[in-house]
């Protein structure tokens, strides 16, 4: 991409050190093109539309990307943060397992099947990607105060990366949040607000104090196209793990839907930077029915996303006016993909399988991809004999109380071998 052509800078990033966002050049409009300087910005001035970082990236090498640190900052040439990332005190999340899963492959009748699984991420979820990136940008914007609206996994993430950064973080929940999330939270921080309403509302509050107050950065509103970026992260490391190839297929839960954008982003760019070979690929978004709106959207074949208010287990993915919805459906269409959604029972089946197929314990978010994943091969939407990605965002011990009334012991015995036989367990 050439240089920003038309630059509004505002005085609060005046300050910056050369070379603090990297190969970034600016902040471009997602509808109308329009360019701005870098800062903590989201909307376009011209239009309103969503600004995403735009870049001038240098010549990579898979061998240079191989030689970094075993987490994202591996591709730190490809993200808005500095050459010298790696000496910040930050949580150095990524480079999650990669897993070839024979087993709920055969379960399903799929051929080639894994799990991206970011559950091993340091707060146990796929957000610590993206926050680290946000940090990375609330560092350089002299930030006074890191914040988020959640529905849980970005809080754990922003708590604890703003402890390991001595910054202070306040972060906003739904009041109803499971209490396992709202502990992983609050044990990072004692600025935990718990807000009467669902995450829109919380989002709006959010909102409202970005604008009011100075030196606030809201990973997911005023810094937000720094904080999207990580996610990149994810498909750069599927390619890599991969062999340095695309899949043929993949699924991704879509709450807001940015990580859906971004892993195709990542794919565009590896295929530009001439890092993997060009090639088709499918992606399919993976939506709880309580919370379906993009999906709602897809099977009616408007390009207008409804708002809808959440009604669903997957609180994780239950954002009723997803900011990127309209985004997923131009992807999943163009690709040749699908946007598909499952009952509350569904996603706890899918929980079940994935921990009883490939000893993965999900949370409901990835419950419902592999729900979707399996609705999508029953509906004959998803090519069972292509290579195929599943992406696990978080770890189930977040949301015990889904499946807490679904499993359990298979008896109860006294200490005796007859009564061990007597279940007919042997």
């Not at 610590?128 to 996994?153: I, M, Q, W, Y």
């Not at 297929?249 to 070979?277: D, M, R, W």
């Not at 088709?280 to 074949?301: D, E, I």
Request: with cysteine; glycine share 8%; charged share 20%.
């Amino acid at each position: 991409m050439s240089a920003v052509d038309s630059l509004t800078q505002p005085t609060s990033v005046e300050t910056h050190r050369e070379g603090a966002f990297g190969h970034a050049i600016g902040l471009a409009c997602r509808e109308c093109g329009h360019e701005i300087a870098l800062g903590p910005h989201y909307a376009c001035p011209e239009c309103f539309g969503p600004l995403e970082i735009a870049y001038d990236f240098p010549a990579i090498t898979r061998e240079q990307i191989e030689a970094g640190p075993a987490n994202i900052w591996r591709y730190k040439a490809l993200l808005p943060v500095p050459a010298d990332i790696e000496q910040s005190p930050n949580m150095e999340p990524g480079y999650t397992r990669l897993l070839k899963a024979n087993n709920l492959g055969a379960a399903l009748g799929i051929d080639n099947l894994w799990v991206k699984d970011d559950s091993t991420n340091p707060t146990n979820s796929f957000k610590d990607r993206v926050v680290a990136c946000a940090l990375s940008a609330a560092t350089e914007f002299h930030s006074k105060v890191f914040a988020c609206p959640s529905t849980g996994n970005l809080a754990n993430a922003v708590a604890a990366a703003g402890a390991r950064a001595g910054i202070k973080t306040v972060v906003f929940i739904p009041a109803n949040l499971e209490q396992p999330k709202q502990v992983n939270s609050a044990i990072y921080t004692d600025s935990l607000v718990a807000v009467n309403g669902n995450y829109d509302d919380v989002n709006r509050l959010a909102s409202e104090i970005a604008g009011e107050e100075d030196g606030w950065a809201f990973v997911n509103v005023n810094v937000r196209p720094f904080y999207a970026e990580g996610s990149k992260t994810l498909g750069y490391e599927i390619a890599e793990q991969l062999g340095w190839r695309l899949p043929d297929q993949i699924v991704i839960p879509v709450a807001s839907g940015s990580q859906l954008t971004k892993v195709h982003k990542a794919f565009q760019e590896l295929i530009k930077l001439g890092l993997v070979e060009d090639k088709p690929y499918r992606v399919f978004g993976a939506q709880a029915t309580g919370c379906s709106p993009v999906s709602v959207a897809y099977k009616a074949g408007v390009d207008a996303i409804r708002p809808v208010k959440p009604d669903t287990i997957a609180k994780s993915l239950a954002i009723g006016n997803p900011a990127d919805g309209i985004y997923v459906l131009d992807i999943c269409r163009e690709t040749g993909g699908a946007v598909e959604d499952i009952t509350d029972d569904e996603v706890r089946a899918g929980i079940v399988l994935l921990a009883r197929t490939e000893g993965i314990f999900t949370e409901t978010a990835g419950g419902t991809t592999v729900g979707v994943l399996k609705k999508l091969v029953e509906t004959g939407q998803l090519d069972t004999t292509l290579d195929t990605v599943v992406i696990n965002t978080g770890h189930g011990l977040k949301t015990l109380d889904a499946v807490s009334d679904r499993v359990g012991a298979a008896a109860v015995i006294e200490p005796s071998y007859a009564a061990f036989v007597a279940t007919g367990i042997a």
